[in-house]
Each structure stands twice: as C-alpha cells, then as structure tokens.
C-alpha cells in the first residue's frame, strides 16, 4: 500500500514541482517516507540551486546505492537454494544451531523452509547482526516461511554426551519438528544421521545460505529470549544479559554463587568451580563414532 501510494504520487508529482517545494518537505517526502520521484527528478535535484535539495538528492542516491548492494547481497545468499528451486524442489531447509560455548543454558537449534524466491532484506548470519536487527528479522522470517522448527539439547545431554553430539541433537530435532518436511536440507557444515532427505553441508553456511542464515536468527533470538526468562528463575548470575557465555561478569558470579542447574558441568569453569575434572576441553571435537552408535 505505502510503494502503490508513493508511484500514484510519483506520477502526479510534475518537476517544477519539485523546484518549487520546500526543502524541509522535500526531505520528508522522499527521505523519511521513501516516495518515488517523477521521471528525471533525482537530477533535478542534483541540479537544483538550493543546498538543502541537493543534499536529498545525495541521501536518495546513497539509499538506492545501498537498496542495489543489499539486492546483489541477496542474490548471493540464494546462490545454494536458487537451482533447487528451478528444479522443482521447493522444500528446500536450512538448519543452524546456537549455544554450543556457553557455560550454562541449552544448545538450542532452528530450522526454516523458506517459499521459492523468498529475499528477506537483512538476512545473515546471527552473529553479525545486532539484537535489534535480530529481533525485527525473526517475525518477519516465520512470516514468509513455509515451516519453522525448534529443536534443543538439554544440560544434561550436553554434560552426558559431549557438546558436539549434543549440537547434533538439537539440529536433528528442529529438523523433524518441521511441517511438512523438506526435500533437501541446507547444514552448517555437518551431516545429520538418519534423516530421509539429502543433505547439502555448507562450510560457513550461515552467511552463504539465506535459509540457514534465517535459521541462525531463529535460533538465536530462540535461545536469547529462553535465557532472559531462566534469568528470572536463577537470578543473580546475569543470564539475561551474558546468556550464559563465559563473561567476566558470569564468571564472577559463579565464583561467588556457584553453579545452578542451568551450568554445564562438563565445561571446565564450572567443573573447576564444583572440584570436578574438566571432560570437555575442546568444545567442537567430533567424537569417534562407535559402530551402531546413533547421534
């Protein structure tokens, strides 16, 4: 509604119009509110012997410079669904897990089915975005998405199993929680045992994949909001805030708090906390797989 609105009053909108409007409007109507301009107006403007226009002329110029870097960004991040797509497979997922460095709090892990096509402005791995980015993102991806699913690995599976396995855990389940499931499945960089569907692993996948990349904003948002409401439950140690990673501030209060429930006791800081031995130094360290042994 606001794009149609802004083209009808593009097309009533004449240029000696445009040198006859004030400045401060002219900033408003196609700075802030995005208005399209009549045929030849950005030059116009350019040209216009008024400081203040030329000024909007350069914010419009750097907008749509930036609109076209974002659109080139975009068609880069599909480059892995776009020829499934053209072959039909329109279920196509992307799995991505968050939480495996923490020292308290679950590995949580989302998968996403985006519709063929999809180009979600913003999109990219969680890690390089704000909270706010974030945050604005993840509504908008259920919003466009086919399905949507959560998967976890609870403290006691990571402290019973290892924190790779675990991760593994957490990516399968979100994969089996999706609706309808998909035909391919787009991984950052592992492979999930047992599943139907073939697997694409994709080093570095959350900024490559735009489906992985919205499932690393689905999982993170997930799991931060899920930390914000332990906080209430185990106060004191700063969870809403550090979300359980090994801060100077966290590590201060388990020093002076000790462990919860919420800490995992196979990591080192807090096991060292506990006088316990430490079992997982390394955090990412495949475990050697036993024959019959099932992720």
Known sequence: MHVAAGRLYAARVRLEDLRRTLVPDLHRLYVEEERDLPSGGLSALKEDPRAGARAVA????KRNHEAQAEGRRLSRLCAFELPLWEQGIILVGG????????LAGPVIAAAVILRPGTRIKGVNDSK???PEERDALEPEIRAQAVAVGIGRAEVTEIDSYNIYRAGLMALKRAVLALDPQPQHLLIDARRLDGMAMPQQPIIKGDAKSITIGAASIVAKVFRDRLMAQLDCEYPGYGFRDHKGYPTPDHLDALERLGAC?????SFAPVAKKLGLIPEQQELFAAPKKRAG???
Do not use: W
Request: glycine share 4%; aromatic share 0%; net charge negative.
């Open 128 to 130: 390089l975005l704000t």
């Open 261 to 265: 429930p919420l800490h995992r006791r």
């Open 95 to 102: 799995c991505d897990e968050v939480g495996m460095a923490p």
């Open 58 to 61: 350069e914010k419009i110029e």
């Open 293 to 295: 042994e099932a992720r």
